[in-house]
């Protein structure tokens, strides 16, 4: 392993423990060639051991080091490359590198203890031996093992009921050969796999492959926004670039936005992949650690060409990546919302810039600031203006509910959709980003909401689960008969959530099959899974859910699409809410007329004039995003401008008042180019029992402003006990 230096005498390493630097060790004479860069070790801090993660070498001079005390792992986790990217992102995102190694690595490897057990299995294959021997049963085994060439004991044991006295007798006859192999877990394995088809590009997917083609051959940073819209076979670009790149000898990481929620995605790279004999990775949340820890040391041997991944798959230790793709880039999931928050799709930008790879953001609705980028030049510009194979964008249809006071959920005109949609057989989509039966429980005596005791937010209920839940703490309660405050009986259901709309859909027409897709019904393993499945075999006529359902599916029956309440997130005190609105909207409407029959969608508002939802009707993303850019302009708002927020919080309100306080008062001097704003209330100004402060950061140049939050940790350090701050970097939901 070349990152090994015999002669070196310390290490930096990255200890899990809250401090913005790495930390100097001696490699004592006992471990001396056994450290490497990678290597998970255990190292004294103060009076405690902590584990840490040797990321370079480093002179030891005349300062007395402690020792490291242990190597935890046979084979380093990563390799120098990675180190220095990961301490590159956890500099940007000014969060202590050690926790940002550890949240970059699989889970379970923090811990001192924790040597995920690596599963043992056995590899049977035929001796030169041609003779058959006398039981039927071991004459079928070996049969199968002699056409298979090489069969593992795991695979024999789903093929056969109980091989192994079968085996014990085929190897005493020497007609087996064995050998003990580390097993892996494929959490796929039983995923049905699609059969893939191969098309032929049309001009403009052809030409966005060229170009990519022709980037990968420069061997450099080049970074591309492939802006197709839904429907024009982005994927099948993707795939070729991907295909070139394994030609090179390189290897290619794709990320998605949520993998549970993207299985189409995944099914149609395995079948195309295992065609070509390509040796495919999955990582995402659902693996149990073993599974991770197997698959990522695949990745850091080099045993693997393609990792799919959601968001933290954009740290796995591919040796030599040559391309990264970042699928429906405009995805909010590739934020993470605590701890280490970084954005996947920034870095995968730099890790591009790192690694001198190629990357391409693909998304029907990219966010604005890559838009942006691309039409400064800094990303090469690749568009699929146009659907496969003819197939029209659908009809978007604007229902102004102001003039449908009094109908039920669905106004006259999408039940009138919907019905028709049902005779002709087709599917429908109704999008209601609100899950449970109603956002709050109302008192209609004395107008008191229940509320969360935790959190300044009203509990969501849910008449299936027969509950009241916080959708932020978890908090949760059975729905009391009475008022707490006046004692009324009259305690009802207030707006409208995905269970209520399930309820009333079934009502008026009870002979459609009706399912509902949310985190409620999806929470159970392989449940996601088979919802898609049943819409593909036809199984349901019509699927109701939030956001969920915009994602990427590709559901050919799919002719209508309802949305039921465009205005909610329009509301929202926040400056990316018109381009959430827009990013969703257009999503979701993609899903229609996928197939062969063209789609239509019609969007319920208040707000029928909203410029937002105009472009929306005229899939004029261009359109929408010069209005919006010019507004971001003048505010000095991302891409125009960068944010820092931070967050201070604690039990103590007072405390986290004078902290914050405090905070503002040091920002202050010299901050000629940076506007400090706050402190204020969070919009959200308790959470879990919190009082939460905010103060935000804004720049219209990248440097002064990260002079200023280099001052951050230092403030960190001298806060009073019991207050926290978070900082977070290029923010998306300022809560
Ligand atoms: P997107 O990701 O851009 O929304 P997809 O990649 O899912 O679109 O492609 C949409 C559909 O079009 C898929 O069913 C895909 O197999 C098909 N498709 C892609 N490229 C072509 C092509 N050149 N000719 C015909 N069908 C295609
Ligand atoms: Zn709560």
Same mark, same amino acid.
Request: hydrophobic fraction near 40%; charge should be negative; charged fraction near 25%.
């Given at each position: 392993m070349t990152s090994t230096i015999q002669h070196a005498q310390a290490a930096e390493i990255a200890v899990v423990a809250p401090l913005d630097k790495v930390l100097s060790y001696a490699i004592p004479a006992a471990l001396a060639g056994v450290v490497h860069i990678g290597s998970r070790v255990r190292v004294p801090l103060g009076r405690r051991q902590?584990?840490?993660?040797?990321?370079?070498?480093?002179?030891?001079?005349?300062?007395?080091?402690?020792?490291?005390?242990?190597?935890?792992?046979?084979?380093?986790?990563?390799?120098?490359?990675?180190?220095?990217?990961?301490?590159?992102?956890?500099?940007?995102?000014?969060?202590?590198?050690?926790?940002?190694?550890?949240?970059?690595? #699989? /889970?379970?490897?923090? *811990?001192?203890?924790?040597?995920?057990?690596? $599963?043992?299995?056995?590899?049977? @294959? &035929?001796?030169?031996?041609?003779?058959?021997?006398?039981?039927?049963?071991?004459?079928?085994?070996?049969?199968?093992?002699?056409?298979?060439?090489q069969v593992s004991l795991s695979q024999l044991r789903q093929q056969f009921a109980t091989p192994h006295t079968v085996l014990q007798r085929l190897l005493e006859l020497g007609l087996l050969h064995?050998?003990?192999?580390?097993?892996?877990?494929?959490?796929?394995?039983?995923?049905?796999?699609?059969?893939?088809?191969?098309?032929?590009?049309? #001009? /403009?997917?052809?030409? *966005?492959?060229?170009?990519?083609?022709?980037? $990968?051959?420069?061997?450099?940073? @080049? &970074?591309?926004?492939?802006?197709?819209?839904?429907?024009?076979?982005?994927?099948?670009?993707?795939?070729?670039?991907?295909?070139?790149?394994?030609?090179q000898g390189r290897q290619a990481l794709m990320l998605v936005p949520e993998i549970a929620l993207t299985p189409q995605l995944v099914t149609r790279f395995r079948s195309w992949f295992q065609n070509h004999e390509v040796r495919l990775a999955v990582l995402h949340s659902g693996l149990s650690d073993g599974e991770r820890y197997d698959a990522w040391r695949q990745v850091a041997r080099g045993d693997v060409d393609v990792v799919i991944g959601a968001r933290s798959a954009v740290f796995a230790p591919l040796p030599d990546l040559g391309l990264i793709v970042v699928d429906e880039e405009h995805d909010g999931s590739y934020k993470q919302s605590e701890g280490f928050r970084y954005n996947a799709r920034d870095l995968a930008l730099m890790r591009g810039q790192m690694d001198e790879a190629v990357v391409v953001l693909g998304s029907a609705t990219p966010v604005l600031t890559t838009y942006q980028r691309a039409l400064e030049g800094h990303l090469t510009y690749l568009q699929l203006p146009e659907r496969t194979s003819e197939r029209t964008m659908p009809q978007v249809h604007l229902v102004d509910l102001a003039q449908h006071e009094g109908e039920s959920l669905l106004s006259e005109p999408l039940q009138t959709a919907l019905s028709e949609a049902l005779k002709a057989g087709e599917q429908t989509l109704l999008l209601l980003n609100r899950r449970g039966y109603a956002p709050f429980l109302l008192c209609h005596d004395c107008g008191a909401s229940i509320r969360c005791p935790n959190c300044d937010i009203t509990l969501t209920y849910s008449q299936v689960q027969r509950s009241l839940r916080c959708h932020y703490c978890d908090f949760h309660q059975s729905p009391p008969n009475n008022c707490e405050r006046c004692s009324g009986v009259r305690l009802l259901p207030e707006g409208m959530g995905t269970e209520r709309l399930e309820e009333e859909i079934r009502q008026t027409f009870p002979d459609a099959r009706v399912e509902r897709m949310d985190r409620d019904t999806t929470s159970r393993k392989g449940a996601h899974h088979r919802l898609i499945e049943q819409m593909m075999s036809g199984a349901i006529d019509v699927l109701i859910g939030t956001q969920m359902i915009a994602k990427g599916h590709d559901f050919p029956a799919v002719t209508l699409v309802g949305v039921l309440n465009a205005d909610t997130a329009l509301n929202l005190p926040d400056f990316r809410s018109a381009e959430r609105v827009f990013s969703l909207l257009s999503q979701v409407a993609g899903r229609a007329g996928r197939g062969d029959r063209p789609g239509r969608v019609m969007i319920q508002t208040y707000a029928a004039d909203n410029y937002a939802l105009d472009y929306v009707a005229r899939h004029d993303y261009q359109g929408f995003a010069e209005l919006e850019l010019s507004q971001r302009q003048a505010l000095a708002y991302p891409p125009f401008g960068y944010l820092v927020h931070l967050v201070l919080s604690g039990n103590d309100e007072r405390k986290v008042n004078n902290a914050a306080e405090q905070i503002c008062a040091n920002l202050e001097p010299g901050a000629v180019d940076v506007e400090i704003l706050g402190p204020a209330p969070c919009l959200l100004p308790r959470l879990r029992n919190k009082h939460r402060v905010q103060i935000l950061l804004k720049a219209k140049q990248r440097d002064p402003l990260r002079r200023k939050i280099e001052q951050l940790s230092r403030f960190r350090a001298k806060l009073p006990a019991g207050v926290v701050l978070t900082v977070d970097v290029d923010p998306v939901d300022m809560f």
């Open positions: 902590v584990v840490g993660y040797v990321m370079g070498w480093i002179e030891p001079g005349d300062a007395k080091l402690k020792d490291i005390l242990e190597v935890i792992d046979p084979h380093p986790l990563f390799h120098a490359r990675h180190a220095d990217f990961y301490l590159r992102a956890a500099r940007y995102y000014v969060y202590p590198p050690g926790e940002a190694v550890r949240t970059a690595l #699989p /889970a379970g490897l923090s *811990a001192l203890d924790s040597k995920p057990v690596v $599963l043992r299995d056995k590899l049977y @294959r &035929p001796t030169t031996c041609e003779e058959q021997p006398q039981g039927a049963r071991q004459r079928e085994v070996l049969d199968f093992i002699r056409a298979a060439n064995v050998e003990e192999i580390e097993r892996c877990r494929d959490p796929f394995a039983e995923m049905a796999v699609a059969v893939h088809h191969p098309v032929d590009l049309n #001009p /403009a997917q052809q030409q *966005a492959v060229t170009q990519i083609e022709g980037a $990968l051959e420069s061997a450099s940073f @080049r &970074p591309f926004l492939l802006h197709g819209v839904t429907g024009s076979g982005k994927t099948e670009v993707y795939l070729r670039a991907i295909a070139r790149v394994l030609e």
